[in-house]
């Protein structure tokens, strides 16, 4: 599941945002104050924290 573009920082903040009940209405501004990532590193944390949950769901 890990993209072999994603920075350990991106992977922290999608596992962070996957395992949130209640993420964030506007996911960008958070993640890049709690992890210190750029807009579109952001924007590559909530895409994986999706494929994180899909999974989940899928495999349990």
Avoid: H
């Avoid at 994603?6 to 209640?22: F, G, M, R, T, Y």
């Avoid at 807009?39 to 494929?51: F, S, T, V």
């Amino acid at each position: 599941m890990r993209s072999s573009n994603s920075s350990p920082s991106i992977i922290a903040a999608a596992q962070w945002l996957a395992d949130e009940k209640e993420p964030p209405r506007i996911a960008v501004p958070v993640l890049r104050d709690k992890f210190g990532l750029t807009a579109l590193e952001a924007c590559e944390a909530i895409r994986l924290a999706q494929n994180y949950r899909i999974v989940r769901r899928a495999f349990g």
